[in-house]
């Protein structure tokens, strides 16, 4: 069966496609925010796949990149596919709007490269994992934190899809020994991490605490996104934002990290006997 694409990997295409078209007409993110009387912030997120674009923003765009008949119905046949509603579910109401542009990005990236400093990544979470950590979070409803918790399994469907991403995690082996939600709970997240290393659907590496102080040690988390054909973006989540870096430097940056961190963990084979083995202990 050939999966769908979703509105967000529309959104993608259109973004890359307006990028290339504003470069080869030799403007730049201001020239663009002119055009709609935007920011130039609102640019870069219509650039980056972010957002929808609508058809009196996609117009004077067009218009002023100069683009022929031919290929502007392309464009707009792409917008259209961007601005589909998802079927509604159970828990869309729940996650806020910061969320739902990280899911969006997240949902089209061929490659995820992660550092989290206290958690393991939400792609990997067991339920009950997932369900210690939300409830811990005073600002969600308690009313919505089972709706949450289906909302975080739901994203892990990509990891069993037919264009699965590449998902790398880089975790300081003090996550694989908090007791999240206690021993019960951790012991059967640890399984369930094993499973999915074993089977190919996760690339898991970890930073030994012998290691004392590394390039990440007073990062936030941070994930490196790398969607089709387009360039790297950065997602940086802290306790009230979630922010997206494109900014060619600051990129680089983040992107140097997670190398740096990587030469400093253990091999996949060794991480993965690391987990057994806490696991085993609990």
């Given at each position: 069966m050939v999966e769908e694409q979703s509105p967000s990997s529309y959104k993608g295409q259109l973004g890359m496609e307006l990028k290339r078209l504003r470069e080869a007409a030799g403007l730049d993110f201001e020239d663009a925010a002119r055009v709609l009387g935007c920011s130039v912030s609102k640019?870069?997120?219509?650039?980056?796949g972010q957002v929808s674009v609508r058809p009196t923003e996609l117009r004077p765009l067009l218009d002023e990149y100069r683009v022929g008949p031919a290929e502007r119905a392309d464009?707009?046949?792409?917008a259209e596919q961007s601005r589909r509603r998802r079927p509604?579910?159970?828990?869309?109401?729940?996650?806020?709007?910061?969320?739902?542009?990280?899911?969006?990005?997240?949902?089209?990236a061929a490659v995820i490269r992660a550092y989290q400093p206290n958690l393991l990544h939400g792609l990997v979470q067991t339920e009950g994992y997932a369900r210690a950590v939300i409830e811990t979070n005073s600002s969600v409803p308690r009313g919505d934190v089972d709706?949450?918790?289906?909302?975080?399994?739901?994203?892990?469907?990509?990891?069993?899809?037919?264009?699965?991403?590449?998902?790398?995690l880089v975790v300081d082996e003090h996550v694989l020994r908090a007791p999240v939600g206690g021993a019960k709970?951790?012991?059967?997240?640890?399984?369930?991490?094993?499973?999915?290393?074993?089977?190919?659907?996760?690339?898991?590496?970890?930073?030994?605490?012998?290691?004392?102080v590394h390039p990440g040690t007073s990062s936030p988390s941070f994930m490196v996104l790398s969607p089709p054909s387009r360039p790297n973006i950065v997602y940086v989540e802290t306790l009230t934002d979630g922010l997206f870096v494109d900014e060619q430097e600051r990129?680089?940056?983040?992107?140097?990290?997670?190398?740096?961190?990587?030469?400093?963990?253990?091999?996949?084979?060794?991480?993965?006997?690391?987990?057994?083995?806490?696991?085993?202990?609990?």
């Open positions: 640019i870069r997120t219509i650039e980056r464009l707009e046949h792409l509604r579910t159970p828990w869309g109401s729940a996650v806020p709007d910061r969320l739902r542009r990280f899911f969006n990005a997240e949902e089209t709706r949450l918790v289906q909302a975080r399994l739901a994203r892990q469907a990509r990891l069993t899809s037919e264009r699965p991403p590449e998902l790398h709970v951790m012991r059967e997240q640890l399984r369930h991490l094993a499973a999915l290393a074993r089977r190919g659907e996760v690339r898991v590496r970890v930073i030994p605490t012998g290691v004392g990129l680089a940056r983040y992107e140097t990290v997670m190398v740096e961190m990587q030469a400093l963990a253990l091999s996949e084979a060794d991480s993965l006997l690391l987990v057994d083995t806490v696991a085993a202990a609990l």
